[in-house]
Each structure stands twice: as C-alpha cells, then as structure tokens.
C-alpha cells in the first residue's frame, strides 16, 4: 500500500473516530442534536430507545447506494468503511461526559461548551472525509449531491440550510427550544470549522 492510500485510510479511521467522541463525550449526555444523520440519529434513538450506533447505521445505508450510484464506487466505498467504523468506535470508546462538572455552574454553560466541542469534533471528522474523498454517511452526502447539481453552491451552506432544517423540526417536536438554539451554536461551529479547512485547501 503506498503513502496515498496509507494517508487516506488514516484520515477515514480519525474521521470515524471523530464523530465517536464528538457523541459518547458531548451529544449523548445533553440530548444536542446538531442536525446531521448522527443528529437524527440521536433523537429518533432517544424515542425510540433503538442505540445510537444502530439507528445512524439504519439511516446511512439508503444514502449510501445513492451516493455511489451519483459520485461514483470510489467514493461510495470509502464512505461505506467510514460508515460502519463510526458506529464500532462508538461502541469501543468509553461513554464519558466530560463536560458534566460545568452544570455546577450553569446547565447554560455546559450546554455552550459542549456544543462547541462536539462541534468541533463533527467539523473536523467531515473535513477530514472531504480531503480523503469521501463523506461521513452523514447530511454530508446529502449535501454533496446536492452540490453535484448545483456546483456553485458552497458545501458549508448546503449543510448550514439541510441540518438548520433538521434542527427546527426536532426542536419543535421535542418543544424544546433552548436544545435546538444549542444545537445551532453547534452546527455553526461545524460549518466553520468545514469552510476554515475547505479554503485552507483550495
């Protein structure tokens, strides 16, 4: 295996790790569902009591034979490996709030600062994604598609409009406002962690 692959491989598995950490240490405890099929994926599972790991791999997989139809097998094997990695280290890596001792203080608080962090973390898995030519099996194949029509359209405001509208609709669900304007700090966060990375490589 050359250096390419090597590189590219090791970015799919942190990616995959990533979003891991980004739910067992942030999302999973505060309910924060920053759009995204991971996101979905976190609220339908709080509902329905389905796992995490199961309900994101219940969601990705229909996006997944769309995605390697239009983007072509390359793309679409390399997203399936992420896909099923995703839910694996979820189970592998230990659920741990980190972010707990900060209630002491303010639920406010700790809301922001795990929204920031998880943010950062998803924002940094699906750039990471991107540059190995791939996606997480997330919103991000949905806006990548979207992108394929549309080519003008920059990746970070497809996500910012398909995960906002994600957000809206869980937050009126679950009448909980204040979860979803959290959830927004969160998405924003990703969204500019992707466009900082995007523009770094252009």
């Known amino acids: 295996m050359n250096h390419a692959k090597i590189s590219t491989y090791g970015k799919i598995v942190l990616s995959s790790i990533l979003t891991a950490c980004a739910v067992n240490f942030f999302f999973l405890h505060d309910g924060l569902a920053p759009g995204g099929l991971t996101g979905l994926a976190l609220v339908i599972g709080s509902v329905t009591g389905i796992e995490v790991s199961l309900m994101t791999l219940l969601i990705s997989v229909p996006m997944l034979i769309i995605s390697t139809l239009v983007l072509g097998k390359g793309f679409g094997m390399k997203t399936i490996i992420i896909t099923f990695l995703t839910p694996l280290f979820m189970k592998v890596i230990p659920v741990i709030w980190l972010t707990q001792p ?101």
Do not use: W
Request: charged content about 10%.
């Open 102 to 202: 900060l209630t002491k203080i303010h639920p406010y608080l700790e809301l922001l600062v795990s929204a920031g962090l998880g943010g950062l973390l998803i924002g940094g898995s699906i750039s990471l994604a991107l540059s190995a030519k791939c996606a997480t099996g997330g919103t991000d194949v949905v806006a990548l598609l979207i992108q394929h029509v549309f080519k003008d359209l920059k990746l970070s405001h497809i996500i910012l409009v398909l995960d906002g509208m994600i957000i809206a609709a869980t937050s009126i669900l679950h009448k909980n406002i204040m979860l979803g304007l959290f959830s927004l700090v969160s998405l924003f966060v990703i969204t500019q962690t992707i466009q900082y990375f995007t523009q770094k490589r252009a």
